[in-house]
Nanobody, 121 residues
């Protein structure tokens, strides 16, 4: 059973930075694609960044140029560096993993429990 555990969320003022981490454990296969999603209250889950095992990445327009996804395959850890945060970035942030390359589509097989990010103006 694959388990994903996010950390690094918190409260920050607009313009600040946070770095999210997602540690994957318990799987007997290696993923092909991992992604970060967020869901604000009352809104649908939004794919914001994804990366495949070859290091190719994709970003939503809403975070392009401000967020950076990276991974350390040796540590089974996915990261999301978030800079120039805005109040509209406030949401629960989730990581996801799958053998299938879903990229920014919320169709991954495995999900973490989420970590809250709150950005105040």
């Amino acid at each position: 059973q694959v388990q994903l555990a996010e950390s690094g969320g918190g409260s920050v003022q607009a313009g600040g930075s946070l770095r999210l981490s997602c540690v994957a454990s318990g799987y007997a296969y290696t993923h092909n694609c991992m992604g970060w999603f967020r869901q604000a209250q009352g809104k649908e889950r939004e794919g914001i960044a994804a990366v495949d095992r070859d290091g190719r990445s994709s970003y939503a327009d809403s975070v392009k140029g401000r967020f950076a996804i990276s991974q350390d395959n040796a540590k089974n850890t996915l990261y999301l560096q978030m800079n120039s945060l805005k109040p509209e970035d406030t949401a629960m942030y989730y990581c996801a993993a799958d053998l299938v390359g879903w990229w920014l589509l919320p169709r991954y097989a495995y999900w973490g429990q989420g970590t809250q990010v709150t950005v105040s103006s």
